[in-house]
């Protein structure tokens, strides 16, 4: 029996060679997006074909719009697994169950179109498995979703009303090469468009233009099959197809992204394109352009909108680009399959290298021991080198376009080999990226993913343990390094960003990497009760799912940007700035004590679309600032400037008025594509001082005495119940405080299954520190205060942490000062240690100095910035997709939380608070605390599993850490690092509390 088509290994029938994607031709085009007649069929042979036919009458069908997937639309659901391929792996057979859609589109042939020449039907990707019609008569069958598939219709195609049929499975052979970490999602979710080409139109050409460095000229040659004439008329070439020219250009790079406007124009075709001039290399085992080390600060980047999956439109793909240049982001990995053609004409517009990866993975033969992997199954290679063809000749005529990837995640085998020839044949202006075949044979860069930051260094230093073929091992010793995945970006995190960026910075060989990934792909969908949220895995009855793994990006599925990303775009900052005063320690230091250190990081870019700009700040209040004039810095180059005095006197500061911060700022000079002119795109801040001058000396002298009232005790204006908990300072009631070490896991507590190293939530969970038991040992009013001593400690074990509060009081004011000593064998991390206390739902305003303005963990808090800070309970809450530790703000020194009636709250504004209501001050003591706010306890926030489980209630959790565990990548890679762990140690630590002035 001859297998279906859409089991059929073999790549397509009746489809034309692949070609070069251009956007503007005086050809004719006619796109057929729109909303056409759909029936879905839940098997591959269910519904019959008479549907093709001319005279059929879908008028009675449900309608799908197109582009787009119908399990976006109402029919059927999407699923999501991450390497497990959900139906058997039996290839290339598919289950009966195939969810097979129909689809109709009748559509007009403009009365103009021209009768001469041909015309094509051009499909830019349908998932997974087509068969086409048009007029009844069938044209073929295509595989390879994230790959263009063009038919010839001439004579097919009539004047007026023309039927377009189109069968779509969700399952076929290609599947197999398809098992991408994301949802599966059917449809024809990219453009269809007639093309007309007229008689000596262009066929195919391709664009070398590179850059001789050392020259400073670019060489031109443009191939086209028919032959023609190319202008640029900027730089005065009217040429031959065929030809080189030379002459001194400038050139193309992701920093300076210069293009050039050219023309090809054939006896039938005038085509409108962009060149630019760039030449990659392999030279001295480092990846450089135009002879220059470059260094990747790159994202994953799948598509994906929250509405449309895949169909990904062009302002949205866009938007994406605009926020990668303004969060500093260079590079792209187009993970894991080309990306929409259009996406790359805007790489080479805005300036960003692209890693441009072919659709193939089979990541899931891995479950089976790569038994029967498609790469190593020469049954298989046409098909393989079928998507090559189609991403290389597509692709070829982008100067973004900087590396070819063979795939992700399929082993090895020897269909990547021929991948790896064929591609190196076609172009041999750019190098080969795979990952995962650790002899690198198909790749001119070793790449790994998720490799820890020692062994990235042992790495750099090309020092890494060897392969077991000297050869081999020598061959991938010489290559440069990229992490094509690091950084997983899943809930709260990544941490550990700066660690890796130092290895960047310092070894020539590791040339960055790729954050795993951009954009968390979350379903928006709505409650019964009309409230949205985003799915994940497992949110539409899925048998196999990976639930919210999906969830990894630096965007919520919104696109608004997490904090990761806030951090990423910290510490990946081209410009780096450190401002220093000159006598260390000081705390009222003048402008001239201030020196600040600028290093241009860019590879190719001087610093004069920036301006620097320097702000002081006296305990949060701006006391002065202005311009300031940084020397003209090449790459690589690096000076230091004073900070200029005469500034800071004429605006009247500082002196002796408490702690100064200095802040400088590089921001853009003008207005560019991707942001406007103010736009920080790197800056630094002075160090802090302690906060010793913060809180009230007298409070520490504790000259009250508390006494037992009843069934209370009362110290000052605080009472306490007979526990020696403290619910009620002055007119507020409380909760607590008493001591916390639970946080809802994170992603990254949570860990990989696959991970080596403990999982901390695993181990938290063990050990019970959910579920921690108050004991009180004494309650001591007396002339001194209140001293109460607790034991707190998990069920099932005997480990404890021994906790002794001292209360006292003056001056309206109370200080408690903690210590915790731990019992027992703490041979884990706690999650947090301080403090959590319940204050009135009303205290929605919070204002705090410290660091801000979004959240920030141990190792996730680059982009911190001490300041005096403004927001709300509600603002303070980080969304992620399933809910989990968030909002932490560091280094605080002090914070009011208030009365919020009547205001409306944002993130972490500079604002001044206003004046009103009453509320509550915590002040640190000598060290500066963890603030974080919230109206669900960490037992709910854990327990949710969507944003929309968490429901307000009558209190305002506050926890007062005096620290947090770091945060770390283990949700995929390495775990926390050890200067980041939270090792539970004898602590103490002091807070003050008080009525804030009205
Ligand atoms: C790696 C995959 O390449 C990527 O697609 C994604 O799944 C990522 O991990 C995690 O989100 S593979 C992983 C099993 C190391």
């Not at 590079?331 to 053609?341: G, L």
């Not at 302690?690 to 000052?716: F, M, N, V």
Request: aromatic letters at 8%; glycine letters at 10%.
């Amino acid at each position: 029996m001859s297998p279906e088509y859409y089991e059929d290994i073999s790549p397509s029938t009746g489809t034309l060679a692949p070609r070069a994607w251009y956007a503007a031709s005086d050809a004719k085009r006619l796109p057929l997006n729109e909303t056409w007649d759909f029936r879905l069929s839940p098997t591959a042979v269910g519904s019959g074909t008479e549907f093709t036919e001319d005279g059929y009458d879908s008028s009675d069908w449900d309608k799908t719009v197109v582009p787009g997937h119908w399990v976006l639309q109402g029919h059927g659901a999407p699923a999501y697994t991450n390497v497990r391929y959900p139906f058997p792996v039996d290839p290339p057979r598919v289950p009966d169950e195939n969810p097979t859609g129909d689809h109709r589109c009748l559509f007009d042939l403009p009365a103009d179109w021209p009768g001469g020449g041909e015309t094509l039907l051009r499909f830019d990707g349908v998932e997974s498995c087509a068969r086409v019609w048009l007029n009844g008569r069938e044209l073929g069958t295509f595989q390879g979703s994230r790959l263009p598939h063009e038919f010839r219709v001439t004579g097919v195609l009539r004047p007026g009303r023309n039927v377009l049929a189109v069968r779509v499975h969700q399952w076929s052979a290609g599947s197999y090469l398809e098992d991408q970490d994301m949802w599966w999602l059917p449809g024809v979710f990219r453009d269809v468009a007639l093309h007309h080409r007229p008689e000596g139109a262009v066929d195919d050409y391709t664009v070398h233009s590179s850059y001789d460095h050392t020259s400073g000229e670019g060489t031109l040659r443009v191939d086209c099959r028919p032959r023609g004439r190319v202008t640029v008329p900027e730089l005065g070439i009217d040429a031959a197809t065929g030809e080189n020219v030379v002459l001194p250009v400038e050139p193309w790079t992701a920093e300076t992204p210069r293009l050039y406007d050219a023309r090809l124009a054939t006896p039938g075709e005038t085509v409108h394109f962009r060149i630019g001039f760039r030449t990659v290399r392999i030279e001295d085992g480092q990846l450089k352009v135009n002879g220059k080390r470059v260094l990747f600060r790159g994202v994953n980047r799948h598509e994906f909108h929250p509405e449309h999956g895949r169909a990904v439109d062009e302002a949205t793909m866009r938007l994406d680009v605009q926020l990668m240049k303004r969060h500093n982001i260079n590079a792209v990995r187009t993970s894991h399959a080309p990306p929409h053609p259009a996406f790359l004409d805007l790489c080479d517009e805005y300036g960003l290298w692209v890693v441009d990866e072919c659709d193939l993975e089979t990541h899931g033969f891995g479950e089976l021991d790569w038994e029967g992997n498609p790469v190593d199954d020469e049954r298989w290679t046409a098909a393989l080198l079928d998507r090559a063809e189609r991403m290389v000749e597509r692709d070829k005529n982008h100067p973004s376009v900087v590396v070819w990837s063979l795939g992700n995640e399929c082993g090895s085998g020897a269909g990547l080999g021929a991948m790896s020839r064929w591609i190196r044949e076609r172009d041999p202006s750019r190098p080969l990226h795979y990952e995962n075949d650790p002899e690198c044979p198909d790749s001119d860069l070793y790449s790994r993913m998720y490799a820890t930051h020692d062994e990235v260094e042992l790495i750099g230093q090309r020092k890494e343990p060897p392969l077991e073929d000297a050869a081999a091992d020598a061959r991938r010793r010489a290559l440069p390094f990229v992490l094509c995945e690091y950084a997983h970006a899943m809930g709260n995190g990544p941490g550990g960003l700066s660690e890796y960026q130092r290895l960047f910075e310092t070894y020539e060989r590791c040339q960055g990497g790729f954050v795993w990934e951009w954009i968390d792909h979350g379903l928006l969908r709505r409650t019964d009760d009309g409230r949205a949220y985003f799915a994940y895995g497992g949110d539409f009855g899925e048998e196999v799912h990976d639930g919210n793994f999906v969830c990894d990006g630096l965007l919520f599925p919104d696109r608004t940007p997490s904090p990761g990303l806030t951090e990423f775009a910290k510490v990946i900052e081209p410009v780096r700035i450190e401002v220093a005063r000159a006598e260390p320690g000081g705390t009222s230091g003048t402008a001239s004590d201030v020196i600040v250190r600028v290093r241009n990081l860019h590879d190719f870019a001087g610093l004069g679309h920036l301006d620097f700009e320097w702000s002081c700040q006296v305990r949060g209040e701006r006391a002065g600032g202005g311009p300031l004039a940084v020397p003209p810095l090449g790459p690589g180059e690096s000076a230091t400037v004073t900070l200029p005095v005469d500034a800071v006197s004429a605006a009247g500061g500082p002196s002796g008025r408490g702690e100064i911060l200095w802040t400088v700022r590089a921001v853009l000079a003008q207005d560019t594509s991707w942001a406007g002119q103010g736009h920080t795109v790197a800056w630094g801040q002075s160090a802090v001082s302690p906060p010793a001058a913060i809180a009230s000396s007298a409070a520490r002298t504790g000259t009250e005495p508390a006494r037992h009232a009843g069934e209370t005790i009362t110290l000052g204006s605080a009472v306490f119940d007979t526990a020696g908990v403290l619910t009620r300072l002055g007119p507020l009631a409380l909760t607590g405080p008493r001591l916390d070490v639970w946080r809802a896991p994170t992603d990254n507590d949570e860990g990989a299954p696959w991970q080596p190293e403990a999982r901390s939530a695993t181990t938290w969970r063990e050990y019970g520190l959910h579920r921690m038991r108050h004991r009180t040992d004494c309650v001591e009013a007396g002339p001194e205060g209140l001293l109460v001593r607790t034991r707190v400690a998990p069920a099932a074990t005997g480990l404890g942490l021994r906790t002794t509060y001292r209360w006292s009081s003056s001056a309206g004011k109370v200080r408690l000062a903690v210590t915790v000593e731990p019992e027992g064998a703490w041979d884990f991390p706690l999650p947090r240690l301080g403090l959590r206390l319940g204050v009135p739902a009303a205290l929605g305003d919070v204002t705090w100095y410290g660091g801000g303005p979004g959240e920030a963990y141990p190792d996730t808090r680059a982009a911190s910035m001490t300041g005096l800070w403004h927001s709300t309970v509600d603002g303070m809450q980080t969304p992620y997709v399933r809910p989990q530790e968030n909002g932490a703000r560091p280094d605080v020194q002090w914070a009011e939380l208030r009365d919020s009636s009547g205001r409306s709250g944002g993130s972490g504004t500079p604002d001044p608070p206003l004046p009103h209501g009453p509320g509550l001050r915590v002040e640190a003591e000598a060290d500066p605390f963890w603030l974080t706010a919230r109206r669900w306890t960490s037992e709910e926030l854990d327990a949710a599993e969507h944003t929309t489980d968490l429901v307000a209630g009558e209190t305002v959790w506050v926890n007062l850490d005096h620290a947090q565990h770091g945060i770390g990548s283990q949700s995929c890679g390495p775990g926390v690092l050890p200067q980041h762990r939270l090792t539970a140690a004898p602590a103490e630590f002091t807070l003050v509390f008080g009525i804030p002035d009205a």
